[in-house]
Nanobody, 124 residues
């Protein structure tokens, strides 16, 4: 199982970015997926999760600005980030775990056992 994030970069406050997470080695459609982020000096925090059925769970502080989605045919997870703020600066990680089709899409780190290497997002 391999997860590879892309789409990070530097953006001005108020701008948008779309992160992607390409999965290989397994069929994404049978896995719960999530995005996490870690800012320097801070613990990793959950951003949003999605189950195989497409149900989503977004952290309250980012709800309305960030949207998680998935394309099972492309085996890819996405995170659309709008109205970015400097405090969104962090390394963003995608994660996966095998789960039931309608499982609750957790955004707790301990729920996931496959992780990507992360992609840096810097907002100035």
């Amino acid at each position: 199982v391999q997860l590879v994030e892309s789409g990070g970069g530097s953006v001005q406050a108020g701008g948008s970015l779309r992160l992607s997470c390409a999965a290989s080695g397994y069929t994404l459609s049978s896995y719960c997926m999530a995005w996490f982020r870690q800012a320097p000096g801070k613990e990793r925090e959950g951003v949003a999760g999605i189950n195989p059925d497409g149900d989503t769970n977004h952290d309250d502080s980012m709800k309305g600005r960030f949207t998680i989605s998935r394309d099972n045919a492309k085996n890819t997870l996405y995170l659309m980030m709008n109205s970015l703020k400097p405090e969104d600066t962090a390394k963003y990680y995608c994660a996966a775990v095998s789960c039931l089709y309608d499982a609750f899409p957790s955004i707790k780190e301990r729920s996931y056992n496959y992780w990507g290497q992360g992609t840096q997002v810097t907002v100035s």
